[in-house]
């Protein structure tokens, strides 16, 4: 089965009608995305700030973590699910989109980013945790998380003026 194949099947599910042919379906997801991706990527952002050594430099690296990330994980699983529940509905529309592709990559690419931030450089922050600049490591997965979710905001934006 090809991907448009799977994309022109999961259009036909039960879930992508009622997307796509209710009267509230779709804006209502609309509107938790907005909400999931408003309090995800700007809890986020605090964080990556303070990764830049710009913003909260007089708290630890650790505290603002701890406090700031069940927030914007938790907001996160809303944006997945809502996202993946609008891309049910248009899927093969989306699929031919140039900007979905795009933010496609980006959200992998800022998974990657976070990824390697948990594996590779969290490891030493016991010796700059609560320094007003992190290291060069910390302070590039900072930027590239403001960077790649920008992308994707904008991208998303660009997918809502292309494909309806």
Not at 9 to 31: D, K, Q
Not at 49 to 73: E, Q
Request: aromatic letters at 12%.
């Amino acid at each position: 089965m090809s991907i448009l194949s799977a994309c022109e099947w999961l259009e036909h599910t039960a879930v992508a009608v009622v997307v796509r042919e209710s009267l509230w379906g779709f804006p209502i997801l609309v509107g938790l995305h907005l909400m999931g991706i408003a309090l995800s990527v700007g809890t986020l952002v605090w964080f990556d700030l303070r990764l830049l050594g710009i913003g909260l430099t007089r708290v630890a690296v650790s505290n603002v973590y701890r406090r700031l990330m069940p927030w914007a994980f938790a907001a996160f699983v809303v944006m997945f699910l809502t996202g993946g529940l609008l891309f049910s509905g248009y899927a093969t529309a989306a699929y031919g989109n140039a900007y979905f592709r795009v933010k496609m990559i980006a959200l992998v690419l800022a998974g990657l980013n976070a990824l390697r931030y948990h594996l590779v450089t969290e490891r030493t922050i016991a010796t700059w945790d609560r320094a007003e600049l992190p290291p060069p490591a910390a302070r590039l997965a900072g930027g590239a998380s403001i960077v790649l979710w920008t992308v994707v905001i904008l991208m998303g934006r660009m997918i809502s003026y292309t494909m309806f």
